[in-house]
């Protein structure tokens, strides 16, 4: 059983940079892939980013390419997305994913109550 809880989340100019942060429970959190979601009023959830358990394999939206990055520290039992360049369309509430066949991409098994992420244009 894996707990997540999201933080980092808030409100940020167009342009402008945010870094979610996912602490995780559990013993096999390392071996545990991880992903974000996100998702705006009135639209469906989408994948944003993944990573796998070892962090040498990630996946990334093509909307989000380039600007935002997915990391984990598995001795910290973290994950994180480094955010970039910043658009109004980012604006969504984010939630951090893991999965237990430590794979960069869907299904996930566990969620986080998800963090708020609104950019202002």
């Known amino acids: 059983q894996v707990q997540l809880v999201e933080s980092g989340g808030g409100l940020v100019q167009a342009g402008g940079s945010l870094r979610l942060s996912c602490a995780a429970s559990?013993?096999?959190?390392?071996?545990?892939?991880m992903g974000w979601f996100r998702q705006a009023p009135g639209k469906e959830r989408e994948f944003v980013a993944g990573?796998?358990?070892?962090?040498?394999?990630?996946y990334y939206l093509d909307s989000v390419k380039g600007r935002f990055t997915i990391s984990r520290d598995n001795a910290k039992k973290m994950g994180y997305l480094e955010m970039n360049s910043l658009k109004a369309e980012d604006t969504a509430v984010y939630y951090c994913?893991?999965?237990?066949?430590?794979?960069?991409?869907?299904?996930?098994?566990?969620w986080g109550q998800g963090t708020q992420v609104t950019v202002s244009s």
């Open positions: 990573i796998n358990w070892s962090g040498g394999s990630t």
């Open positions: 559990g013993r096999t959190f390392s071996l545990y892939g």
């Open positions: 994913t893991a999965q237990r066949t430590g794979m960069a991409t869907p299904p996930y098994d566990y």
